[in-house]
């Protein structure tokens, strides 16, 4: 009976009206609730890119500063350096002052026995402060990179574990970008000889340069420096997505840095043995790389209840170190910016996201993808 009354009051204009009535709370319940859970999680998205961009700020702004102490140290370095040249000159200057034929060999010899190596104490020292060259190993201040990091994420309230914090990743080795590093090495005399390559761009690596034609290079999609160029992703190289330099005076005919691509060494049959011992002639600290990859990034992660349920909200951050250079005689300030997180680089994905960009469907799907950042 009860049923009844009701079907014949839904029937009537007041009980359309209630049920009408009902079913907008019901949708306006079900929206505010969504809005409010949605809200929640934006204002902890937000929260997290924030705290995620300061930490990387404050850990780029560290390595700035390292870099900054890297350009003192090379200043003694190179002092050092400048008197043991000078006393390398004077044991040889009678040996070069003699007639042809010259002995390249007996030169080098007698310029080796005469290098106080005065320098080495402070390339020593920078080695365990910067731990230059040495990527198995950590050196003193890259860990203060990541102890200061680490505090950092901790006053913002990002969760322990993670953050991950990767130094240098795009022109790391698999096993070097978790470790704490500065993209750094040693500069030898011999990188001081000219060659004549023709290739109007290049990079360089561990001081080893490689060149590369202009159809083997992109835009690199910097909007900071728009004519930025990369060897290009698709190209089968190991270092396709590197940062690639213009070298000057390559279009004219000439070298690199613009000097002549004839070597004035190239008449001495004995080169090989000077390149030896100018190798052995090891200089101030240098970039890794040219261009030079200085960057900090880290994966974080904000912790969250909705319904009572723990939830990870995380984000990824990267900042990138730039200057003219870390040499002594170096002297404009360093830029530390926030820049796009470049996925395809890792050096554990490299490959595999290769492959997948050759597959039409997948391929369409990574250039869109907002998770990495259309690769």
């Keep these: 009976m009860a049923l009844k009354h009701l079907r014949d009051f839904n029937h009537k204009p007041l009980g359309q009206i209630l049920l009408a009535t009902l079913l907008f709370c019901f949708v306006f319940l079900a929206l505010f609730t969504g809005l409010y859970k949605a809200g929640t999680v934006y204002i902890v998205k937000e929260r997290t890119r924030r705290a995620v961009n300061l930490t990387a700020l404050t850990g780029g702004a560290v390595y700035a500063n390292g870099l900054q102490l890297v350009r003192e140290a090379n200043a003694a370095i190179m002092a050092f350096a400048y008197y043991d040249a000078a006393m390398v000159a004077r044991a040889i200057s009678e040996a070069l002052l003699a007639p042809p034929p010259l002995d390249i060999a007996a030169v080098a010899l007698a310029a080796e026995k005469a290098d106080p190596d005065t320098r080495k104490p402070a390339q020593d020292i920078a080695t365990k402060i910067f731990g230059v060259g040495t990527p198995k190993g950590v050196g003193l201040y890259p860990a203060l990179i990541e102890g200061q990091a680490v505090v950092t994420a901790g006053e913002n309230s990002l969760s322990k574990l993670p953050p991950f914090y990767v130094y240098n990743y795009e022109t790391a080795d698999d096993a070097d970008v978790a470790v704490p590093n500065m993209a750094l090495r040693f500069r030898y005399a011999d990188e001081f000889l000219p060659n004549g390559n023709q290739a109007p761009y290049s990079l360089a690596h561990n001081g080893v340069r490689h ?69 052995q002639f090891k200089l101030d600290i240098t970039d890794r790389d040219d261009p030079p990859c200085h960057t900090f990034s880290l994966l974080g992660n904000m912790k969250m209840k909705p319904e009572g349920e723990d939830k990870a909200i995380y984000e990824v951050g990267e900042v990138r170190v730039e200057s003219d250079g870390i040499a002594a005689w170096s002297k404009n300030p360093f830029e530390i910016y926030l820049t796009r997180v470049n996925i395809d680089a890792f050096p554990v994905l490299r490959d595999s996201l290769r492959k997948l960009r050759g597959i039409p469907f997948i391929g369409d799907i990574l250039k869109s993808s907002d998770i990495l950042n259309g690769i």
């Design 211 to 279: 060149y590369f034609e202009a159809d083997q290079v992109e835009p690199a999609k910097n909007p900071r420096h728009p004519e930025q160029m990369r060897v290009k992703k698709s190209f089968d190289s190991e270092f396709a997505g590197w940062w690639v330099r213009r070298e000057k005076g390559a279009e004219e005919g000439k070298g690199v840095n613009g000097l002549s691509s004839h070597n004035p060494f190239s008449g001495i049959s004995n080169i090989g043995l000077l390149k030896n011992y100018l190798r």
